[in-house]
């Protein structure tokens, strides 16, 4: 294989689709990106449009092509936004519905009820997942019982379901195949990490016919091929991987033994770590499958925060302030947050905590509280929240974490990339490319081929500057945060 034979690698994520070609040493030869638009109709809701989503990805295709010319492209690999999901008619390929977002809550009164009549233990032994809104099984049961007809539809096998992989390669088939792999399934909540197939007592409990799931494969399988006409690939073009976006971002890092964390820092954070077999958290973190290969899954803890670089953009907003660049700037004008603390529970606090009903909350101001102090607090915040996963995941394993491996927004930022060495008091290595997750797919996808495509290096180190007291008051006052944001929240709704 010659470095002219180039991977298409696309990444579908939140708020941008990306798409990359790429050669088997990882040097990337032309890239194009568009953002995408999340609306939130009503408080806890997030939607994007499937039908805009997919010609997204058919603009980046295109731009890609245009920049690089006349290339050799042999085979494409997709990484992807997970625990989104979408119902759409099997015929006419038009979705049923908005696609509704892993931050989307408006499935938490259904999560309730099944926690209330006692079937959270079972969910999790058999997903590794807690019951949470977070999770797709729960919002497919409120499509299907809030889309006019929907239901009905969907038990006459009129419908099909899927997360947000299985929609870019159903479109990408020309409504042909209709299939997902093993780290997306994981994420459904519909999925048995331990038989690896769809359970089919978990579909009974969300009501959800398996008329309407996806075929399950590997995640360097040949998923299918372009259609004429689907986007500006030509057809017949082999679509050699699929894997969400933060197994992808692991994969992409290098890390294929257990011992090291990876870090994305995006709208939410994942941490994830390999584990040599497949293990119950009882810490409040998710198993979870990180890809297969040759049909044999590759397991994982995970813990996913739910607002992290988001924090960022959205107390620069509250300050007035341009953008997350300049709160980080406004930052670094002081060399503390004196004493403020943010929890950012925007949509609910995630991993460990697990507590949808939670909402942000800043504390320890005074009357010599600064909007930079407010700045820092939040940068700061970002740090705290993956310490805390951090700690979690160790408790499972029984044993220590090494380096943390970050790409993703924040992983650009030296202050938070420094704080979160301190906290943790281990080294961080930021990512020198920033489209990991891409980097993911596309070194998957060489690896369905025969080739192994190396690692995504480290462009900074970090490494523990902070004496133990400071660190263990900085852990204290955000350990203190967290139980006055969870009881103030817990008064709240009771």
């Not at 650009?412 to 301190?422: E, G, H, I, T």
């Not at 081929?449 to 852990?475: F, Q």
Request: hydrophobic share 45%; with cysteine.
């Amino acid at each position: 294989m010659t470095d002219r034979e180039l991977i298409l690698a696309i990444d579908q994520g939140t708020t941008n689709t990306k798409a990359l070609l790429v050669d088997a040493t990882g040097r990337v030869h032309s890239q194009a990106s568009v953002p995408n638009l999340v609306t939130y109709p009503r408080p806890g809701w997030a939607e994007q449009s499937g039908i805009d989503l997919i010609a997204g990805v058919q603009t980046v295709i295109a731009d890609v092509l245009a920049k690089a010319g006349d290339v050799p492209i042999i085979g494409v690999g997709i990484s992807n936004q997970r625990e989104s999901i979408l119902v759409w008619d099997a015929a006419t390929g038009v979705p049923v519905g908005p696609l509704v977002i892993w931050q989307c809550r408006r499935s938490a009164p259904k999560c309730e009820a099944l926690r209330a009549d006692g079937h959270a233990e079972a969910i999790e032994s058999r997903t590794g997942l807690a019951l949470d809104p977070l999770f797709p099984a729960a919002k497919i049961t409120w499509l299907l019982d809030n889309v006019p007809g929907a239901r009905t539809r969907a038990e006459k096998g009129e419908l099909r379901v899927g997360t947000v992989d299985s929609w870019l390669l159903w479109n990408l088939t020309g409504g042909t195949v209709h299939t997902t792999d093993h780290s997306n399934a994981s994420r459904t909540q519909l999925f048995n990490t331990k038989t690896l197939s769809w359970d089919e007592e978990l579909c009974t409990l969300f009501d959800v016919p398996m008329s309407m799931l996806a075929e399950i494969k590997s995640s360097d399988s040949r998923f299918g091929a372009t259609a004429e006409g689907a986007c500006a690939l030509p057809a017949g073009t082999p679509i050699l991987s699929m894997i969400g976006d933060s197994h992808a971002a692991l994969f992409g890092h290098g890390v294929r033994e257990p011992g090291t964390v990876k870090g994305t820092y995006g709208t939410g954070t994942s941490l994830m770590a390999l584990t040599p077999e497949r293990i119950r958290s009882t810490h409040g973190i998710s198993s979870t499958i990180a890809w297969s290969q040759n049909g044999k899954a590759q397991y994982a803890l995970e813990g996913n925060i739910s607002v992290s670089g988001q924090t960022a953009a959205f107390v620069a907003e509250l300050l007035g302030l341009a953008d997350a660049a300049t709160l980080s700037a406004l930052a670094e004008t002081v060399p503390d947050s004196n004493g403020v603390t943010f929890v950012p529970a925007l949509v609910g606090l995630g991993a460990p905590y697990w507590r949808s009903d939670a909402r942000g909350t800043m504390t320890g101001m005074s009357l010599g509280t600064k909007p930079a102090h407010l700045a820092r607090a939040a940068l700061e915040a970002i740090a705290f929240q993956v310490a805390d996963v951090y700690a979690a995941m160790e408790a499972d394993m029984g044993s220590a974490l090494g380096e943390l491996r970050a790409d993703g927004g924040a992983s650009r930022n030296p202050l938070v990339m420094q704080f979160q060495s301190d906290i943790l008091g281990r080294p961080v290595a930021a990512a020198a490319a920033p489209e990991v997750s891409a980097l993911g797919a596309a070194a998957l996808a060489f690896s369905a081929l025969g080739t192994a495509m190396p690692g995504v290096p480290a462009a900074d180190k970090y490494e523990p500057s902070m004496s133990a007291a400071e660190c263990a008051n900085h852990r204290q006052r955000w350990a203190s945060a967290v139980t006055q944001t969870l009881a103030t929240n817990n008064k709240t709704t009771s």
